[in-house]
């Protein structure tokens, strides 16, 4: 079986949503120590019953699963789950969507009836291993429409675009689209100072993004930016984003920019620690704005490994409430002082490359690593 880690990397139920009392939120978020102390991280939260509803609806669905029913030896319980029949990968995708149909559905019977104001939501699950891929449809419908005059800026945790991703935000750029993407630097990312192997992982996802920026560059679409400059949003190109908070630096090591190393212990009166978490999709055109979030990071992994659901929210006038708080909420991570616009000149800096021999955090075998890992990351 190995350990729970271990297992947790062949695949885990990555959702994060709450209901209670009529309100429903979607998040990014574990709600863990550094979510309330020093994480930068994205949710959706709405006073609306009939969408709690759903998301319930979705609990008990996941709740009802074979995978939810399995625990370590010698774990105590609070009660014991009723029989669940055994299912086959594409029996068990067919029942989660089936069943969350079934919630729309009611749900949308019991909200009250649409007024010039409402605002259209819709979740979609993604699992490819069980063979769910409706955020990955929705996504790619998406992308494949963007052209000439759409601002479409997607952020994540952990980039590591599988190459359809990356192709289908190219032809997007190359048809006059201006697209950005955001993801935590490598100051910034959740696994540094990590113990044993992830502690790899934040130079394995920079390398990652450098594989994502060589691969634009190939395309012709890769924006390169000046020294100094702000995270620009440029039609034709695709800009990469790095979050790294001001604060970053009382705590990476300085191996070059942006520098990968162990963090060192806080001291007992400095700053916490700030790490970015948050994803999510804003696409914006011809007067309207659409966004989808959840819990994918929109790669490898979120496609194909992990059970996702991802809320849909629009398309709303971008003069609306709705629309004004969500082109606010993306500027103020893409335009604020912790965006910090990347290229290859950047991403190839001595500081963002392994440096040492058999080092988990800085090592050569992390090169190796994130190819051959990469499906699982």
């Given at each position: 079986?190995?350990?729970?880690?271990?297992?947790?990397?062949?695949?885990?139920?990555?959702?994060?949503?709450?209901?209670?009392?009529?309100?429903?939120?979607?998040?990014?978020?574990?709600?863990?120590?550094?979510?309330?102390?020093?994480?930068?991280?994205?949710?959706?939260?709405?006073?609306?019953?009939?969408?709690?509803?759903?998301?319930?609806?979705?609990?008990?669905?996941?709740?009802?699963?074979?995978?939810?029913?399995?625990?370590?030896?010698?774990?105590?319980?609070?009660?014991?789950?009723?029989?669940?029949?055994?299912?086959?990968?594409?029996?068990?995708?067919?029942?989660?969507?089936?069943?969350?149909?079934?919630?729309?559905?009611?749900?949308?019977?019991?909200?009250?009836?649409?007024?010039?104001?409402?605002?259209?939501?819709?979740?979609?699950?993604?699992?490819?291993?069980?063979?769910?891929?409706?955020?990955?449809?929705?996504?790619?419908?998406?992308?494949?429409?963007?052209?000439?005059?759409?601002?479409?800026?997607?952020?994540?945790?952990?980039?590591?675009?599988?190459?359809?991703?990356?192709?289908?935000?190219?032809?997007?750029?190359?048809?006059?689209?201006?697209?950005?993407?955001?993801?935590?630097?490598p100051a910034a990312n959740g696994f540094l100072?990590?113990?044993?192997?992830?502690?790899?992982?934040?130079?394995?996802?920079?390398?990652?993004?450098?594989?994502?920026?060589?691969?634009?560059?190939?395309?012709?679409?890769?924006?390169?930016?000046?020294?100094?400059?702000?995270?620009?949003?440029?039609?034709?190109?695709?800009?990469?984003?790095?979050?790294?908070h001001p604060l970053d630096h009382h705590w990476?090591?300085?191996?070059?920019?942006?520098?990968?190393?162990?963090?060192?212990?806080?001291?007992?009166?400095?700053?916490?620690?700030?790490?970015?978490?948050?994803?999510?999709?804003?696409?914006?055109?011809?007067?309207?704005?659409?966004?989808?979030?959840?819990s994918s990071n929109f790669g490898c992994r979120?496609?194909?490994?992990?059970?996702?659901?991802?809320?849909?929210?629009?398309?709303?006038?971008?003069?609306?409430?709705?629309?004004?708080?969500?082109?606010?909420?993306?500027?103020?991570?893409?335009?604020?002082?912790?965006?910090?616009?990347?290229?290859?000149?950047?991403?190839?800096?001595?500081?963002?490359?392994?440096?040492?021999?058999?080092?988990?955090?800085?090592?050569?075998?992390?090169?190796?690593?994130?190819?051959?890992?990469?499906?699982?990351?």
């Amino acid at each position: 079986m190995g350990s729970g880690r271990l297992r947790e990397s062949a695949g885990t139920q990555h959702i994060k949503a709450y209901a209670a009392d009529g309100w429903a939120c979607v998040a990014g978020a574990n709600l863990s120590t550094d979510y309330f102390t020093g994480r930068q991280d994205r949710y959706l939260v709405t006073d609306s019953p009939p969408l709690a509803g759903v998301y319930h609806a979705a609990a008990r669905l996941l709740a009802a699963s074979p995978a939810a029913h399995t625990r370590e030896a010698g774990a105590t319980v609070t009660h014991e789950p009723a029989a669940v029949e055994q299912l086959t990968p594409g029996e068990e995708g067919r029942r989660l969507q089936t069943g969350l149909a079934a919630a729309l559905e009611a749900a949308c019977g019991e909200a009250a009836p649409q007024s010039e104001g409402a605002v259209p939501v819709s979740l979609a699950w993604q699992c490819g291993m069980l063979g769910l891929r409706d955020d990955q449809a929705r996504l790619e419908a998406v992308l494949a429409a963007a052209g000439e005059g759409w601002r479409v800026d997607v952020a994540t945790g952990y980039c590591n675009m599988p190459d359809h991703m990356v192709g289908l935000l190219a032809a997007a750029a190359r048809r006059g689209a201006a697209i950005r993407v955001l993801t935590a630097s490598p100051a910034a990312n959740g696994f540094l100072g990590a113990r044993s192997i992830p502690a790899a992982l934040p130079l394995a996802y920079s390398l990652l993004l450098r594989a994502v920026a060589r691969r634009l560059s190939a395309m012709g679409v890769l924006y390169a930016p000046s020294d100094d400059e702000p995270a620009a949003s440029v039609p034709g190109r695709v800009s990469l984003v790095e979050w790294t908070h001001p604060l970053d630096h009382h705590w990476a090591e300085p191996r070059g920019a942006a520098g990968i190393g162990t963090r060192p212990p806080p001291d007992a009166d400095g700053p916490a620690r700030r790490t970015f978490h948050g994803k999510g999709l804003w696409v914006e055109r011809g007067g309207e704005v659409l966004t989808a979030g959840g819990s994918s990071n929109f790669g490898c992994r979120s496609f194909d490994v992990d059970v996702e659901l991802q809320t849909w929210v629009g398309p709303v006038a971008a003069e609306s409430a709705t629309g004004t708080s969500l082109l606010a909420e993306r500027d103020a991570l893409f335009a604020g002082e912790a965006a910090v616009p990347v290229g290859l000149r950047e991403l190839e800096q001595p500081g963002r490359l392994p440096s040492t021999l058999s080092q988990y955090d800085t090592g050569q075998w992390v090169r190796a690593g994130a190819v051959l890992v990469r499906q699982w990351m």
